[in-house]
């Protein structure tokens, strides 16, 4: 062995020259675990489906006492889908039109803002669509092509899609990780619980706001709360996995390997 | 079919299509992050130990650089390269500060340090540049931007790639040096992370088109000086010159090794004006290589495949901004289905970092391979981006457009603001 050999043998190497070292039948088997845990929950999605719109109905009943709530179904690919069925309201045109007003303001204000300006701006979007949303309801609100079932279908069948989607990318982003595969299996397992759980919270929230608030406020949830939101707590599980990793593989010189 | 239907199938067709080539793009940077993490590394020339190194010329573009003259003519004055047989050219572009002054100053102290002052002609980095390869005397011309803080290897580093005949124009690394400042620049340094360590090293790796920057990079003087200079009416000429390179047959080496630290912006008004810029420049390349890219007889199927990919990402922004009005008009006509909810999921998820066109897992990639422990842990903040980047790329995108159109021959250069106290870096 050269000199040179053997210093590497003993030194993380530089950034440039790093590169993990991973087993392949190790990697195949995490590919595996990771995809057969990703079917498992699949085939569950209509039991959770049903428990989870089943504590939704509940609570709403709760808080709701005397409106009625019902779960109705509906197929959507291989899935049927369960959603609350209950009555909202149309926004009256004081409401729309103070919606409007302070919707705009404060898009403006978000746009204006210096701080911040990536978080201030996607703010300043939302309260525009929001503002739009409050317009068309004052030029054209009995066009509007939602009713409160129909927008509870809509919002449950896209999460799933979302949640199915979501899964399926962190099994390929988690899987190659050098780790151990039960740590793997941990983290994913949290991610996906937690999106489909937090799913099911956010669907209550957006029902109690459209039932309460009137079906002004659709637009900007079905956009902003109901598929992006779930992005970025699945990232955040993600981030905090990978600064671990990250933490864990810079005491350990022989997890690492130099470019050749 | 009804006029109202017709209408409905062109809203979902352009959702549609703009998934598809979202997942495309998708697809080639889980490739190119699972490539790095695991894949076989092709290495840069850097290596080499040779002593018949090739004369070189560092330019040094300047225009009102007071700030941070001192600190890169120092730096650049310390090299290691052989000093005859390397000069250094700060080209002051018509400063109205103190930048001529700090010059002649390192001028009368080191005779390698020949400035060009530019007080007549058209202004801009082009231009100025341009003017410098008339007199640089280097076989290779090496450029840094003045707010640059270029260690003492780099020149040798970059310069020894140049050995190999085939070899046209050598890109760096590039490090924030700032980036602790805010909340911006640790975004900004993520999405360099991704993007050098791991994009630009991948297309290295897999013999795509792994990208000259037009700064921590230099290529061959007699290539460019052939085909006509840099065009002075293209906002991006390092990405002209990539390009060109490619069409020409040479290719462009990758130098991750080679780092160089940078300033990055550190206010959300600076960093939008320099998207504005790069997105403008980026797409007035577009619209001249597309279709030279698609014939050129010099690339590989991947390769051109890759450059076209590479040549449309400051579109894409525009054609997902476009894709969000069509989602909310099909919300507003009661005519979304799941396809539109993957739409406006793949965005944030797919293309959240935009500076470098780095989705958030090879961002993460990176992170972790430059043992970025607690930085990778503002992956979540990368999504506020996406709504940022897609105006002001957009607006990029309409002002080349509008550059294309009316023939616009004078293009003024917006310089990046500087942050940096006077002699901080010292």
């Given at each position: 062995m050269r000199r040179e050999d053997d210093i590497k043998e003993k030194i993380i190497p530089h950034r440039a020259y790093r590169i993990i070292k991973l087993d392949k039948f190790e990697l195949i088997g995490s590919f595996t675990v990771i995809f057969l845990i990703f079917m498992v929950v699949i085939s569950f999605f209509p039991y959770i489906l049903e428990n989870g719109i089943g504590y939704c109905k509940q609570f709403l009943d709760t808080i709701y006492v005397d409106a009625v709530f019902d779960i109705s179904r509906k197929d959507l690919f291989v899935f049927s889908i369960p959603y609350i069925e209950t009555y909202g309201k149309y926004p009256t045109i004081d409401f729309a039109i103070l919606t409007l007003i302070v919707s705009l303001v404060l898009s403006i204000i978000f746009f204006k803002t210096k701080y911040l300006k990536n978080i201030f701006l996607t703010l300043s979007v939302l309260t525009f669509i929001n503002?739009?949303?409050?317009?068309?309801?004052?030029l054209f609100a009995e066009y509007f092509p939602y009713s409160l079932p129909t927008f509870s279908y809509l919002f449950i069948s896209t999460a799933v899609i979302n949640w199915i989607v979501l899964m399926f990318v962190f099994g390929l982003l988690v899987s190659p990780l050098p780790t151990n595969i039960l740590l793997k299996i941990f983290v994913y397992l949290l991610i996906s619980l937690s999106v489909i759980v937090l799913g099911f919270l956010k669907y209550l929230l957006v029902i109690i706001v459209v039932k309460e608030y009137s079906f002004i406020f659709m637009p900007v949830l079905f956009l902003g709360f109901g598929i992006i939101v779930d992005y970025i707590y699945a990232v955040m599980f993600y981030g905090y996995f990978m600064s671990f990793i990250t933490k864990s593989l810079l005491k350990k010189r022989e997890e690492w390997r130099w470019v050749e | 079919m009804a006029m109202g239907g017709i209408m409905i199938l062109v809203l979902k067709g352009y959702i549609i299509s703009v998934s598809l080539l979202c997942i495309l793009y998708a697809l080639r940077h889980l490739i190119f992050a699972y490539d790095r993490f695991m894949g076989k590394q092709k290495i840069f020339y850097g290596d080499i130990i040779d002593d018949q190194l090739p004369t070189v010329s560092v330019l040094v573009p300047m225009h009102n650089e007071e700030?941070?003259?001192s600190n890169i003519l120092s730096l650049l004055s310390k090299t290691d390269y052989p000093k005859n047989k390397y000069e250094v050219i700060p080209i002051n572009d018509h400063s109205e500060d103190k930048t001529k002054e700090i010059i002649d100053e390192f001028a009368k102290r080191y005779d390698f340090i020949k400035p060009l002052h530019r007080y007549g002609?058209?202004?801009?980095?082009?231009?100025?540049?341009?003017?410098?390869?008339?007199?640089?005397q280097g076989e290779i011309v090496l450029i840094f931007d003045a707010d640059y803080l270029p260690p003492k290897g780099i020149v040798r580093e970059l310069a020894v790639n140049f050995k190999d005949p085939l070899v046209g124009a050598v890109m760096g690394r590039v490090?924030?040096?700032?980036?602790?400042?805010?909340?911006?620049?640790?975004?900004?340094?993520?999405?360099?992370c991704g993007g050098y360590q791991v994009n630009q090293q991948s297309r290295y790796n897999l013999n795509l088109i792994p990208q000259y920057g037009g700064t921590v990079g230099g290529f061959r003087r007699d290539i460019v000086l052939e085909t006509g200079g840099f065009n002075e009416n293209v906002l991006a000429e390092d990405?002209?010159?990539?390009?060109?390179?490619?069409?020409?047959?040479?290719?462009?080496?990758?130098?991750?090794?080679?780092e160089c630290w940078e300033e990055a912006p550190e206010n959300w008004n600076v960093r939008a004006r320099?998207?504005?810029?790069?997105?403008?420049?980026?797409?007035?390349?577009?619209?001249k290589y597309f279709f030279k890219v698609l014939k050129s007889p010099h690339l590989t199927f991947f390769q051109k495949f890759d450059g076209l990919l590479l040549l449309m990402v400051y579109l894409i922004p525009f054609l997902l901004l476009l894709g969000l009005f069509d989602f909310l008009i099909l919300f507003f006509l009661g005519d979304i289905n799941f396809i539109a909810p993957v739409y406006v999921m793949l965005i944030p998820l797919l293309?959240?970092?935009?500076?470098?066109?780095?989705?958030?897992?090879?961002?993460?990639?990176?992170?972790?391979?430059?043992?970025l422990e607690k930085r990778v842990r503002l992956l979540p903040f990368l999504i506020f981006n996406f709504v940022f980047y897609s105006i002001y790329i957009s607006l990029g995108f309409w002002q080349a457009i509008l550059d294309s159109i009316k023939g616009k021959k004078e293009i003024h250069w917006d310089k990046t603001e500087r942050f940096r106290d006077k002699g901080a870096a010292d």
């Open positions: 503002a739009l949303s409050a317009l068309y309801f004052i | 700030k941070v003259a002609g058209k202004r801009g980095k082009p231009a100025g540049l341009n003017d410098a390869l008339k007199i640089a490090i924030p040096v700032n980036a602790d400042k805010n909340l911006l620049t640790k975004l900004l340094d993520l999405e360099r990405t002209e010159l990539t390009y060109r390179m490619y069409v020409s047959g040479y290719k462009v080496v990758y130098a991750n090794r080679a320099q998207v504005k810029r790069w997105s403008r420049g980026h797409n007035q390349v577009m619209f293309f959240s970092g935009f500076g470098n066109f780095a989705p958030f897992y090879e961002i993460a990639v990176g992170a972790v391979i430059d043992g």
